[in-house]
Nanobody, 115 residues
Framework: QVQLAESGGGLVQPGGSLRLSCAAS????????TGWYRQAPGKQREFVAS???????TYARSVKGRFTISRDNANNIVYLQMNNLKPNDTAVYYC?????????WGQGTQVTVSS
């Protein structure tokens, strides 16, 4: 089993920044891709960014150039640095881990971008 716990959400003004963290525990050695997804009210969950164990990264077009995904392998944490936030970035952000034993989700953290 893998457990994922997000933190770092909150309220920020347009143009501001936040850094989300996803701490993994359990069978972390089985994870091969860790990603961030988000779900805004009334919308489907969408992909934001992902990173593999080798460090390669992928971004949704809507966040490329503003968001950066990174990892601290020693502490099993994946970060999502979000800069130049916009009101339509408002959503619950979820950490996702794909492993050889299954797919796992965190409980989500709310990000609200508003003046």
């Amino acid at each position: 089993q893998v457990q994922l716990a997000e933190s770092g959400g909150g309220l920020v003004q347009p143009g501001g920044s936040l850094r989300l963290s996803c701490a993994a525990s359990g069978s972390v050695g089985t994870i091969y891709v860790t990603g961030w997804y988000r779900q805004a009210p009334g919308k489907q969950r969408e992909f934001v960014a992902s990173t593999t164990g080798s460090g390669s990264t992928t971004y949704a077009r809507s966040v490329k150039g503003r968001f950066t995904i990174s990892r601290d392998n020693a502490n099993n944490i994946v970060y999502l640095q979000m800069n130049n936030l916009k009101p339509n970035d408002t959503a619950v952000y979820y950490c996702n881990g794909r492993s050889v034993i299954g797919e796992y989700w965190g409980q989500g953290t709310q990000v609200t971008v508003s003046s």
